[in-house]
């Protein structure tokens, strides 16, 4: 009765009282937080109408729109930033040529970055442009609270015909790299 | 948001429990007094040492183990953060429940009666893991180009209360002991996030090169007391102006020298 009592005992203390250990370092807890974010950024259409001024008969050399950009309006994601990347999709069906500038300024329209001009050729479907802004080498960036797009037709001997239809598709992102 | 994300993780990490549950039925501690206020008390009076004198903490999670997390091994702390992360579900939740003593005292009226008075904070949180919301915020979207971000995942309540409590120990006769005591609880702090729905998702179209859409999104977090947090919250739990009330009773019953009934 004895060796059976003990025997409970031992198998009972084996399974309930006895554990394993491991070795646990806390000395480099360290968690890097560096999530990137994707946002929809300016998209549009146009056609051979936006560009021809139908009532005098002559085209429209430039169309300019100002958004607002209100990604940094927050003081965190100002402070945790530091790339930005703006992908460009152009799709033109023109027998003409564009050239396309990005411009972003302050709240008081003083400019805060310039993208180097896109120029597409007539009939280019897919270009494609990147252009990255480093936070460390453009400071001011931050500082954008508006968006500037302008589209200007590249001069030809050939007037736009408002009875052809033709278009130019513009499509942008920005993808934002914070370290946090 | 980088220091919010640690905290979840490193109290969620740690699995410890106080002696108040066997507390229960110990006459020669104070403590077993706020168990059952009907309990036999053997000694002329009781001083309790703020916060030392009973200082209870539980905190659990049934996510991961330590190890998982702290292991003592090549791999950066990110590498294991991130695997921590993938094995994590939404049914997963942290639990944390915390009491310390501000203050407890009591003295033996006559023979038969013996009378405490105290005062105690109380901490109550559970917190589901709200597992796309810390990915989103950890990778952010752009490695999950189509993926829907549930909100309906964040469900969380929390809760700061102060109790002051007055209780009544009486020995009726040789077998019968019974008690009373009267608590006044102040509410200082309350957030409750729960009922959550809607998704956050990012997607490629014909519009644009991305598109965010948000679907059904009905959030909001219900918070009482974060005002003026830092300076308010732990007066509030002294007789602030949300105040409950509670009362509990006990009786101990001998049979005989060794049985007894407690309730």
Redesign the interface.
């Known amino acids: 009765m004895n060796i059976y009592i003990k025997s409970v005992v031992t198998i009972f203390s084996l399974c309930f009282l006895m554990s394993c250990t491991?070795?646990?370092?806390?000395d480099?807890?360290?968690?890097?937080?560096d999530?990137?974010?994707?946002?929809?950024?300016i998209?549009f259409d146009l056609d051979q109408d936006d560009f021809f001024n139908s009532s005098s008969g002559t085209e429209i050399p430039t169309i300019t729109d100002i958004s607002d950009f209100r990604v940094f309006e927050s003081s965190?994601i100002r402070n945790?930033t530091i790339k930005t990347v703006f992908?460009f999709?152009i799709e033109n069906r023109f027998d003409r040529s564009f050239e396309v500038n990005v411009v972003f300024f302050d709240g008081n329209d003083n400019i805060t970055q310039i993208i180097p001009a896109l120029n597409i050729v007539s009939e280019d479907l897919d270009y494609v442009a990147t252009y990255s802004i480093e936070i460390a080498t453009s400071p001011m960036f931050l500082s954008s609270r508006k968006v500037s797009v302008e589209v200007k037709l590249s001069p030809s001997s050939s007037q736009i015909d408002p009875n052809i239809y033709q278009t130019i598709k513009f499509?942008?992102?920005g993808?934002f790299y914070?370290s946090? | 948001?980088?220091k919010l994300?640690?905290l979840i993780f490193?109290i969620a990490t740690v699995s410890l429990k106080s002696q108040q549950k066997i507390a229960f039925s110990f006459g020669e501690t104070p403590q077993t007094l706020m168990l059952n206020p009907g309990s036999e008390i053997n000694y002329k009076s009781h001083y309790g040492i703020p916060i030392v004198s009973n200082f209870q903490l539980t905190i659990g999670n049934t996510g991961f183990q330590?190890?998982d997390l702290?292991?003592?091994d090549s791999r950066?702390?990110?590498e294991k953060?991130e695997k921590v992360l993938d094995q994590i579900s939404p049914s997963d939740y942290i639990n944390l429940n915390t009491k310390i003593d501000v203050l407890n005292f009591g003295y033996r009226y006559n023979n038969k009666t013996y009378i405490s008075i105290g005062f105690y904070e109380e901490l109550d949180l559970i917190a589901y893991f709200p597992k796309d919301a810390i990915e989103?915020?950890?990778?952010?979207?752009?490695?999950f180009?189509n993926r829907s971000f549930s909100v309906s995942q964040a469900i969380m309540k929390a809760d700061l209360i102060g109790v002051l409590h007055a209780g009544i120990s009486k020995k009726v006769d040789e077998k019968l002991t019974i008690g009373a005591r009267f608590k006044i609880y102040s509410s200082s702090l309350n957030i409750e996030t729960n009922n959550n729905s809607g998704s956050i998702t990012?997607t490629t179209n014909n519009?644009?090169?991305?598109?965010?859409t948000l679907q059904n999104l009905d959030a909001g977090v219900r918070t009482s007391g974060i005002d003026n947090i830092e300076e308010d919250v732990l007066s509030n739990t002294f007789l602030g102006g949300n105040l409950g009330m509670g009362f509990d009773v006990g009786i101990t019953y001998h049979f005989s020298p060794q049985r007894r009934c407690i309730i």
């Not at chain 2, 989103?136 to 490695?143: I, Q, R, W």
Request: hydrophobic letters at 40%; aromatic letters at 16%; charged letters at 15%.
């Open positions: 491991d070795n646990l370092n806390f480099e807890i360290n968690l890097n937080v999530p990137i974010i994707t946002v929809p950024l998209y965190d945790e992908d999709e499509r942008s992102t993808t914070f946090i | 948001m980088k994300l640690l490193l330590m190890g702290f292991s003592n950066s702390f990110n953060f989103g915020l950890y990778y952010g979207n752009d490695p180009f990012t519009i644009n090169i991305s598109r965010l």
